[in-house]
C-alpha cells in the first residue's frame, strides 16, 4: 500500500495525487496564472475521460447541491431520505438545493439506517436515498 498523505481528512489521498496536483497546477517551479491550472487540469481530465463533460467542484456540498438543482429541475419529487446519524452537510445541500431531506431512524445496535424504516418512509415524492459507509 502506498502511504497515506493527511488519512484522517482525505482517506484515499495518497503521495502520487499530490504530485499530480502539483505538476498539474505549477508545471514547473513557477505557479501558473490565473486560469492556467484549470485548462490544464480539463487538459488532464479529458486524456482520462474523452469526450466527457467535466465539472470541477470546490466542495462536496457544492457537488452535491448542483447535482441536486439538476434532478429537481427534471422531477418534482423533492424528498431525499438521508439515514439520522451524519452530516450537517447533506440536508444542507439538499434544502438549497430545493429538496425535503427526510431522516430515516438508526438501527438498533447500529449507526445505520434502519430497513424498516426506509420501508416506511419510501413514498411518489422520495426520488434520492443517500447512503453513507
Given at each position: ?32 496564472a ?56 447533506w440536508?444542507?445541500?439538499i ?15 447500529s ?13 411518489d ?9
Amino acid at each position: 500500500m502506498k502511504e497515506l498523505i493527511t488519512p484522517d481528512l482525505w482517506p484515499n489521498f495518497e503521495a502520487d495525487d499530490l504530485s499530480l496536483i502539483k505538476r498539474l497546477a505549477f508545471g514547473s517551479s513557477r505557479p501558473l496564472a490565473v486560469g492556467d491550472g484549470q485548462a490544464k487540469i480539463f487538459k488532464e481530465l479529458n486524456y482520462f475521460f474523452p469526450n466527457r463533460k467535466i465539472f470541477l467542484f470546490t466542495s462536496k456540498n457544492f457537488a452535491l447541491e448542483f447535482l441536486l438543482k439538476f434532478y429537481f429541475q427534471r422531477s418534482q419529487r423533492r424528498q431525499v431520505l438521508i439515514q439520522a446519524f451524519s452530516s450537517f452537510v447533506w440536508p444542507k445541500a439538499i434544502m438549497a438545493a430545493g429538496g425535503q431531506p427526510i431522516f430515516l431512524d438508526l438501527g438498533k445496535n447500529s449507526l445505520n439506517f434502519d430497513l424498516e424504516s426506509l420501508k416506511k418512509k419510501i413514498s411518489d415524492r422520495v426520488g434520492i436515498l443517500i447512503t453513507q459507509n
